[in-house]
């Protein structure tokens, strides 16, 4: 290992742990990460690490989502991966598959172990071998029904150091809260009563990172991951993982500190490891998580689900195009992860700053009208306001802010078909793929918002819909495949290629991407509203001697030719001809 790696490892220890011996604690961190003292790389990866191209895409997934009572949910997982998506994602994110008691999954009561209810460490690793698999690493709290917290109230070591603990009479006003619960929970140890942070809920005990130990365990958690197949790395919730009542308790100095260890770790693993944050934060802040090029390899980008929303539900993309133009691209080393829907919702905070409260509040409506729900955040000063929707994408689709019409299937299709253009690699929520609509029932039966978009499917039931062409199931199923397999042959989609936001009418969003080598260009345009919209080739600069051809359509375009129509919804990827 080299002596540069020993000396920004120490200097990020100081960082963290400035009373601590520095020297003492970069061993125990070699230790954990590497128990065994080999497969170690004798050099950092380079910034153009190699760790992605245009043929990245992810599927996210439960463990569970598609059941038949007689299988385990992870070996019905990979039939359904083995017949559908091979060849149109490469990477599959299962949420967390690990025992937890609440939150469906984000409780976790021991990250060794698979959930026996959907399988084994076999099965992970099996779909390891085919997909690149992506694992939560859900570092800011465990499940208080967890053996650690059980021996953290029995005040037995080193549990008993591990949860943070706070005074009521702590200044903790200005605590940044994704939740309405109380922060504090009082509960009885064997020295007494204890008031225990919970950023999010009662069940989910925040760990205290201030103590070393907590995140020498979580290397030794990391490793295990690794050696069981896990490539990308999900730091769940990490903004919130360090303390000081005072404070905002969030994306503090030491928070940042911690992530730039891991990602010095990782990028001397020999395993392509990508760290990947999810901060579901206002644009800077999530922007923040990129460093200097030494944080996370990949960060969501969080507005792009309400301003795609937004702009498929009003027919103007001025505020996602106003963003775009906006966004730097992402560092040499560095990528965005571009979604609309996950398992939580279509998150409000990225869209502070971005969209009027009034497009926010119709943008809302709008979502409800189709079935959405809204979960709120609690404000520092008592209130509250919209911190997610919760709805089904697809159902979400059905209604604009002039109500429902025709081209439903065509609005989704070009919402997903903008995530696949943009620069980044584009993940896909399996209910997305699946045109799954909102599941109420799941919400009365379970009682929490988020239910409504996390359906099981009964996997019998699922082949059926998607052997019917006529099912929505089937149709965006082929639609989203078929553009998949497309992108992934363009080097002009390489998630570091060059991009241009396109000056357009309203009712149009585009972007110039050109291949790092320059032999390719795409001008992907997409129509977000019901109105045909004619675009002059010389509008969008296409080179004259160049042969062109619209990717998605076939059809070849001319530059000196006719204007260029684009249908309600339509989506062109027109690139010079290879």
């Given at each position: 290992?080299?002596?540069?790696?020993?000396?920004?490892?120490?200097?990020l220890?100081?960082?963290?742990?400035?009373?601590?011996?520095?020297?003492?604690?970069?061993?125990?961190?070699?230790?954990?990460?590497?128990?065994?003292?080999?497969?170690?790389?004798?050099?950092?990866?380079?910034?153009?690490?190699?760790?992605?191209?245009?043929?990245?895409?992810?599927?996210?997934?439960?463990?569970d989502?598609?059941?038949?009572?007689?299988?385990?949910?992870?070996?019905?997982?990979?039939?359904?991966?083995?017949?559908?998506?091979v060849?149109?994602?490469?990477?599959?994110?299962?949420?967390?598959?690990?025992?937890?008691?609440?939150?469906?999954?984000?409780?976790?009561?021991?990250?060794?172990?698979?959930?026996?209810?959907?399988?084994?460490?076999t099965?992970?690793?099996?779909?390891?071998?085919?997909?690149?698999?992506?694992?939560?690493?859900?570092?800011?709290?465990?499940?208080?029904?967890?053996?650690?917290?059980?021996?953290?109230?029995?005040?037995?070591?080193?549990?008993?150091?591990?949860?943070?603990?706070?005074?009521?009479?702590?200044?903790?006003?200005?605590?940044?809260?994704?939740?309405?619960?109380?922060?504090?929970?009082?509960?009885?140890?064997?020295?007494?009563?204890?008031?225990?942070?919970?950023?999010?809920?009662?069940?989910?005990?925040?760990?205290?990172?201030?103590?070393?130990e907590?995140?020498?365990?979580?290397?030794?958690?990391?490793?295990?991951?690794?050696?069981?197949?896990?490539?990308?790395?999900?730091?769940?919730?990490?903004?919130?993982?360090?303390?000081?009542?005072?404070?905002?308790?969030?994306?503090?100095?030491?928070?940042?500190?911690?992530?730039?260890?891991?990602?010095?770790?990782?990028?001397?693993?020999?395993?392509?490891?990508?760290?990947?944050?999810?901060?579901?934060?206002?644009?800077?802040?999530?922007?923040?998580?990129?460093?200097?090029?030494?944080?996370a390899?990949?960060?969501?980008?969080?507005?792009?689900?309400?301003?795609?929303?937004?702009?498929?539900?009003?027919?103007?993309?001025?505020?996602?195009?106003?963003?775009?133009?906006?966004?730097?691209?992402?560092?040499?080393?560095?990528?965005y992860?571009?979604?609309t829907?996950?398992?939580?919702?279509?998150?409000?905070?990225?869209?502070?700053?971005?969209?009027p409260?009034?497009?926010?509040?119709?943008?809302?409506?709008?979502?409800?009208?189709?079935?959405?729900?809204?979960?709120?955040?609690?404000?520092?000063?008592?209130?509250?306001?919209?911190?997610?929707?919760?709805?089904?994408?697809?159902?979400a689709?059905?209604?604009?802010?002039?109500?429902?019409?025709?081209?439903?299937?065509?609005r989704?299709?070009?919402?997903q078909?903008?995530?696949?253009?943009?620069?980044?690699?584009?993940?896909?929520?399996?209910?997305?793929?699946?045109?799954?609509?909102?599941?109420?029932?799941?919400?009365?039966?379970?009682?929490?918002?988020?239910?409504?978009?996390?359906?099981?499917?009964?996997?019998p039931?699922?082949?059926?819909?998607?052997?019917?062409?006529?099912?929505?199931?089937?149709?965006?199923?082929?639609?989203?495949?078929?553009?998949?397999?497309?992108?992934?042959?363009?080097?002009?989609?390489?998630?570091?290629?060059?991009?241009?936001?396109?000056?357009?009418?309203?009712?149009?969003?585009?972007?110039?991407?050109?291949?790092?080598?320059?032999?390719?260009?795409?001008?992907?345009?997409?129509?977000?509203?019901?109105?045909?919209?004619?675009?002059?080739?010389?509008?969008?600069?296409?080179?004259?001697?160049?042969?062109?051809?619209?990717?998605?359509?076939?059809?070849?375009?001319?530059?000196?030719?006719?204007?260029?129509?684009?249908?309600?919804?339509?989506?062109?990827?027109?690139?010079?001809?290879?």
């Amino acid at each position: 290992m080299s002596n540069l790696f020993h000396t920004r490892l120490t200097e990020l220890i100081g960082q963290i742990y400035p009373d601590l011996d520095a020297d003492i604690l970069s061993s125990q961190m070699v230790e954990a990460f590497w128990p065994d003292g080999t497969h170690r790389r004798k050099r950092s990866r380079l910034p153009s690490n190699g760790l992605w191209s245009e043929h990245d895409a992810v599927l996210i997934t439960y463990g569970d989502t598609i059941r038949d009572g007689k299988h385990k949910p992870l070996d019905l997982l990979e039939d359904f991966l083995a017949r559908n998506m091979v060849g149109v994602v490469n990477g599959v994110h299962i949420l967390p598959f690990f025992p937890f008691s609440s939150d469906d999954g984000f409780a976790v009561t021991d990250y060794h172990s698979v959930n026996p209810q959907l399988g084994d460490w076999t099965d992970i690793t099996r779909i390891a071998q085919t997909f690149h698999l992506m694992s939560d690493l859900v570092l800011n709290h465990v499940s208080s029904q967890g053996a650690w917290f059980t021996d953290y109230r029995q005040g037995k070591a080193p549990y008993d150091r591990f949860f943070y603990e706070a005074n009521p009479e702590d200044d903790l006003s200005l605590v940044v809260r994704p939740r309405t619960t109380p922060l504090l929970q009082e509960i009885e140890t064997r020295d007494g009563p204890r008031h225990v942070w919970c950023t999010f809920s009662h069940d989910q005990i925040d760990l205290d990172f201030s103590n070393p130990e907590v995140l020498l365990e979580m290397l030794r958690i990391i490793r295990m991951h690794i050696d069981k197949g896990v490539r990308i790395l999900r730091l769940d919730a990490v903004a919130f993982i360090w303390k000081e009542p005072g404070t905002t308790c969030i994306h503090l100095p030491q928070t940042h500190a911690i992530v730039q260890l891991l990602r010095l770790l990782c990028d001397y693993a020999t395993e392509p490891v990508v760290l990947l944050t999810e901060t579901n934060v206002p644009r800077s802040e999530n922007l923040s998580y990129f460093g200097n090029r030494n944080e996370a390899h990949a960060i969501y980008n969080f507005p792009l689900p309400p301003l795609i929303l937004h702009a498929m539900q009003s027919g103007s993309a001025r505020y996602l195009h106003r963003w775009q133009s906006a966004m730097p691209p992402a560092q040499l080393g560095c990528a965005y992860l571009n979604f609309t829907a996950s398992h939580d919702g279509i998150g409000m905070r990225p869209a502070e700053g971005l969209l009027p409260n009034e497009e926010k509040e119709r943008m809302i409506e709008t979502a409800k009208a189709a079935g959405g729900l809204v979960s709120m955040r609690a404000l520092p000063n008592g209130q509250e306001e919209p911190y997610e929707l919760n709805c089904s994408l697809f159902d979400a689709m059905r209604f604009t802010f002039k109500g429902s019409d025709m081209h439903h299937l065509q609005r989704f299709l070009c919402s997903q078909t903008i995530v696949m253009s943009l620069e980044g690699i584009p993940a896909f929520y399996i209910h997305s793929f699946l045109a799954t609509p909102n599941d109420h029932d799941a919400v009365a039966r379970r009682g929490m918002n988020r239910a409504i978009n996390r359906h099981r499917w009964h996997y019998p039931d699922l082949l059926e819909c998607l052997a019917d062409p006529a099912s929505d199931q089937a149709r965006v199923m082929h639609g989203l495949s078929e553009r998949l397999r497309i992108r992934a042959r363009q080097p002009a989609f390489h998630p570091n290629a060059t991009q241009f936001t396109l000056a357009m009418d309203d009712r149009l969003f585009g972007v110039w991407r050109q291949s790092l080598d320059r032999h390719q260009s795409i001008f992907a345009i997409h129509n977000v509203s019901s109105e045909t919209v004619l675009v002059s080739p010389s509008r969008i600069n296409l080179i004259e001697g160049d042969l062109w051809v619209d990717l998605l359509s076939g059809e070849d375009i001319h530059p000196a030719g006719p204007e260029i129509p684009f249908a309600p919804y339509q989506c062109r990827w027109i690139s010079n001809r290879q």
